[in-house]
């Protein structure tokens, strides 16, 4: 797959993901549970941010810094869906966002 075709992907796929997140941030509201979604919401919505910012970017170098915010935004979304997911702080199944989560991580690798 060509650099133009992955960052299309990594868009899609970081919008799509965001908008998951969004929709598990409120169902863990609904059961009570306001420790980890706070910041599972804050995280798993900006990695879509930076990658726009990154797409914007004319600059290459600048654009692998927005590429590496991604990442790292996309690995600390992936800690705190483990951390949800082992806790069991509420019966909900995060294995579709580990899923998603580990796949922008390797499309957002082959932009860097």
């Not at 810094?65 to 800690?79: I, K, N």
């Not at 702080?89 to 580990?98: A, K, P």
Request: hydrophobic letters at 45%.
């Amino acid at each position: 797959m060509g650099e133009y075709l992955i960052r299309q992907a990594v868009q899609r796929k970081s919008f799509e993901f965001a908008l998951g997140i969004i929709r598990l941030y409120k169902k863990l509201q609904a059961r009570q549970e306001f420790i980890l979604s706070p910041q599972l919401l804050k995280c798993g919505t900006s990695i879509g941010v930076s990658v726009e910012e990154a797409i914007a970017e004319p600059s290459r170098e600048t654009f692998g810094d927005r590429v590496a915010v991604a990442s790292r935004s996309a690995r600390e979304t992936r800690y705190w869906l483990k951390l949800l997911q082992e806790s069991k702080l509420v019966d909900v199944d995060v294995s579709s966002e580990l899923a998603q989560i580990d796949e922008l991580l390797d499309l957002l690798s082959r932009l860097v």
